[in-house]
């Protein structure tokens, strides 16, 4: 199983529409969790961090799942600008005070107007 | 503002060429990372940094090199270049060890292996 897992994507939405993506990993001593976001050719960015409760920023919502070794990313009311690639991302202690990050793949969104 | 920069943004090598990737930050950060990123696979570590004089390797570190001689900068070294290191390498840096940081990633650098 790879260490991270996202939808393979791509995903085609109209503006206006919910779409969500999820995302599993492996290292059951994953200490924490992100949604990264990529625009084409460029560095990825913070979207915002998971927490066990459950967060919401605006139209994201984020989840995890500890249990199932599962994150999920909720986009509500697509926008044109929301386009881009998104990248779960797990943070495991390696050893030490050292974390690692470990990226998925990332899907691609597409929103249309 | 703080921000993290990448030079060269673009570079055709030879296979064979030692390539130096220059990497420099303002945020003051102790933490700096560099990744390489191809299609079919998310971002992969190469190199790591928790300090001036500490290097750590990823788990793609064959074939590359870095040191950190002072807080700012991770300068990352492809000894002898090869085909395969033709990528996206991105450079980052955050602050703490609590495992929740922010990365702060640079506009990344675009290598080409002839």
């Known amino acids: 199983r790879k260490e991270v897992e996202q939808d393979p994507g791509p995903f085609n939405v109209p503006e206006g529409a919910t779409v969500a993506f999820n995302c599993t990993y492996s290292?059951?001593?994953?200490?924490?969790f992100f949604w990264y976001r990529q625009d084409c050719r460029k560095e990825p960015k913070l979207l915002m961090s998971?927490?066990?409760s459950g967060n919401e920023d605006g139209r994201f919502t984020a989840q995890l799942n500890r249990a199932s070794q599962y994150i999920s990313l909720l986009i509500r009311d697509s926008k044109l600008s929301d386009s881009a690639t998104y990248l779960c991302?797990?943070?495991?202690?390696?050893?030490?005070?050292?974390?690692?990050?470990?990226f998925g793949k990332g899907t691609l969104l597409t929103v249309n107007p | 503002d703080a921000e993290i920069t990448q030079s060269p943004r673009h570079k055709i090598t030879e296979t064979g060429r030692q390539v130096t990737l220059a990497c420099h930050q303002t945020?003051?950060?102790?933490?700096m990372f560099w990744y390489r990123q191809d299609l079919g696979h998310g971002l992969r570590l190469i190199h790591y940094?928790?300090?001036?004089?500490?290097?750590n390797k990823g788990e793609v570190s064959d074939g590359y090199s870095v040191s950190r001689s002072n807080t700012e900068d991770l300068p990352l070294t492809l000894e002898s270049a090869a085909s395969s290191q033709t990528s996206v390498y991105f450079c980052?840096?955050?602050?703490?060890?609590?495992?929740?940081?922010?990365?702060?990633f640079g506009p990344g650098t675009r290598l080409l292996v002839l």
């Open positions: 991302v797990v943070n495991v202690r390696s050893g030490g005070s050292n974390y690692k990050l470990t």
């Open positions: 945020w003051n950060h102790n933490n």
């Open positions: 998971v927490y066990s």
């Open positions: 980052a840096s955050s602050e703490g060890r609590t495992g929740r940081e922010t990365q702060y």
């Open positions: 290292n059951s001593a994953s200490q924490s």
């Open positions: 940094s928790y300090g001036v004089h500490d290097t």
